[in-house]
């Protein structure tokens, strides 16, 4: 059976996902069954219902949570993992069920939208460890000082007056003269090294837990260039000691030859 393209669909069969906002087929979506809750997120819930928890946030629990559950031993665990192995045995009865009543096209689109959360998720985790080892800011252009200086003292109400603040910030700037743009532009330079300096810091942290997939591209094909370079000087080093030892050998064996022997 040929795959019909979501675009050419009737929009009565198309559902949009919340995490991915991809188009996928509703019946593939509203009869799935519910993947059920981790050991770890059984004992969650039953903290969450107890009333000395009632006023905190859900991290907040989250986080008194953990700290017991590390604490606990494996026998404590044990109803928990009990309940999360006979939810998930359901489940899997249940699920395969689900995905005998689907068509070709209803599988299709299952497989792309869990295929599209993966890759989202993908990026958020990327984008947390990110901001863990610490990725600088991109550095700002002289333009970019002059807009934040003059729309400190400009109220902003709505969409509309920050687009005719920018468009008044952008005429503005081009009937500057150089001289009065040389002071924002100094601010720019200045900005341009602390972005060189962070970035450096930036990867060596990354290449200390050996993630250069975390760099921006240019980054990474500098470092790949400089591994290169670094793999060829080393080769040709050894290609030049061998070269030497060689021609030790030689002379060696030629000044022997070269000496009488004694009789």
């Not at 005998?100 to 599988?107: G, K, M, R, Y």
């Not at 000082?145 to 109220?155: A, E, G, R, T, Y």
């Not at 000087?233 to 060689?246: G, Y």
Request: overall charge positive; proline content about 4%; glycine content about 2%.
């Amino acid at each position: 059976m040929s795959i019909l393209p979501v675009a050419v669909r009737p929009a009565c069969l198309l559902y949009t996902s919340k995490v991915c906002s991809h188009p996928v087929s509703f019946y593939s979506i509203q009869n799935r069954p519910k993947r059920p809750l981790t050991s770890f997120f059984l004992f969650l819930g039953e903290k969450r219902k107890q009333p000395q928890y009632a006023g905190l946030r859900v991290y907040e629990v989250t986080k008194v949570a953990a700290e017991e559950w590390k604490q606990m031993d494996e026998n404590e665990k044990q109803p928990y993992v009990d309940e999360m192995k006979a939810s998930f045995s359901t489940f899997h009865e249940r699920y395969q069920e689900y995905l005998n009543q689907l068509s070709d096209l209803e599988i299709h689109d299952l497989k792309i939208d869990r295929m599209t959360k993966r890759e989202e998720k993908e990026k958020k985790r990327e984008k947390q460890m990110k901001l863990r080892l610490g990725e600088p800011k991109r550095a700002r252009s002289a333009y970019t000082f002059f807009m934040i200086n003059k729309l400190k003292s400009v109220p902003l109400k709505d969409k509309s007056d920050f687009s005719a603040a920018v468009q008044k910030c952008a005429h503005e700037w081009n009937a500057l003269s150089l001289e009065s743009k040389e002071v924002f532009q100094a601010m720019a330079d200045k900005d341009k090294v602390r972005h060189h300096n962070e970035m450096q810091e930036f990867i060596a942290r990354v290449k200390e837990e050996d993630k250069i997939y975390l760099l921006p591209k240019v980054e990474q094909t500098k470092l790949r260039r400089k591994e290169r370079l670094r793999a060829s000087k080393e080769s040709l080093e050894r290609m030049l000691s061998s070269t030497v030892d060689k021609m030790r050998k030689w002379d060696i064996q030629e000044e022997e030859e070269t000496i009488p022997k004694n009789v």
